[in-house]
C-alpha cells in the first residue's frame, strides 16, 4: 500500500514538473521558425522628479549654468 501511494506521488510530481514551460528567448523562437514575442511592458514609464525649467534664450544664464550648458558650448553664452 505504501509503495503505490507513494510510487503514485512520484508519478504526479514527475508529471507536473515535466509539464511547467520554460520562457523561450527570442533567438530559440526565431531558430524554430515562430515569429518573435512582443515586448512585456513591465512598469509604466514616469519620472521620479520634475525636470528644471531654463529660462528663455540668453536671458541671465550663467557660464556654468546646467540649463545654459549646450549654448555656452557654441559660444552663445552671456
Known amino acids: 500500500m505504501k509503495f503505490s501511494t507513494v510510487f503514485a506521488m512520484l508519478a504526479a510530481a514527475t508529471v507536473s514538473v515535466s509539464a511547467v514551460s520554460t520562457a523561450d528567448t527570442n533567438a ?3 531558430a524554430r521558425g515562430l515569429a518573435p514575442k512582443a515586448p512585456t511592458k513591465r512598469d509604466t514609464a514616469r519620472r521620479s522628479a520634475a525636470s528644471g525649467e531654463c ?4 536671458q541671465s544664464c550663467a557660464v556654468n549654468s546646467e540649463c545654459c550648458a549646450d549654448l555656452c558650448l557654441l559660444g552663445l553664452c552671456g
Open 28 to 30: 530559440a523562437r526565431l
Open 55 to 58: 529660462k528663455p534664450l540668453l
